[in-house]
């Protein structure tokens, strides 16, 4: 029959809205459970996604608890124990931004020298995009997304754009609006420490080992033999080298040597007098 899907629709639409009024008629309505009270009329609300029926909060003195991985423009964060930025002025959240909206002024010191923190840091909040890319690839968990949401201003220059000290919060902070995150980071944080712990543990007891076998092995390793010489003439240097008993060159002549040039003096006499003899018989 023409026109019964908009009469289904009709049905729908005035069931939900008895099940609201019935809720509203009971001494706590449905959406005021488990909500913080903030004085003045003000209340928080939280809104499980199991939740039946229409649910219209009075903003802005009613306000929905918002979850944790809500996000919108991002926040710097100060780490209160170092007492010092955590952003190493890197710009790679820069380099990653879609809209590129963010500009990042690295400080100097008194030398003129780069140093590994920003002096200005700037979003513009009118051209963020709210996708969390400069949260995905910050190495140093410097960037994180806050909550805020309520940023409407008269004029968009120069109000929605946002200085370091507009955009820097305490690490306390980012831990109570990302509690689970910021858990988990920590966690991570510890077990890497306990790992690099361990593996330097692991390396300086074998380098002991190593050094302790090195310190045996000479320890039982013999001493080479000493080879003693004793010149054959005055002025004669003899030196040893791995018990082989060597003549300096400026020292003489070996025994091996003079035998040898009395050798040849004997030939000579001999071949003189041999000489001598036949001139003397010719003559």
Known sequence: MFGTGLLKGLGITLKHALDTFADDRKHVPSRYQDSVKGGNGRRV???????E???????????RLLPERFRYI????????????????CGI????CPPQCIWIVRDMDANGKPVARPAEFYIDAAVCMSCSFCVEFCPFDAIKMNHDFELAV??????????KAELTVPVE?????????????????RQKEAEDKAKAEAKAKADAEKAAKAASAAAAKP?????????????????????????????????EAAAKKARL????????????KRKDGGA
């Open 45 to 51: 609300i939280e809104q499980p996604i199991t939740q």
């Open 223 to 255: 001493a080479p033999a000493a080879v003693e010489a004793k010149a054959s003439a005055p002025g004669e240097a003899v030196a040893s080298n791995g018990g082989v008993v060597v003549a300096s060159a400026d020292g003489g002549a070996t025994d």
């Open 173 to 189: 902070y980012y831990a109570a609006l990302w509690p689970t995150q910021w858990a988990a980071e920590e966690e991570a944080k």
């Open 53 to 63: 029926g229409l649910l219209t909060i009075q903003y802005p003195e009613e306000r």
């Open 93 to 96: 959240c820069a380099k990653v």
């Open 154 to 163: 008269y004029d968009r220059y120069p109000q929605l754009v946002y200085d």
């Open 74 to 89: 991002p926040m710097l964060i100060w780490d209160t124990q170092a007492n010092e930025d955590k952003c190493t002025a």
């Open 265 to 276: 003096d004997e030939l000579k006499r001999k071949a003189a007098e041999t000489a001598k």
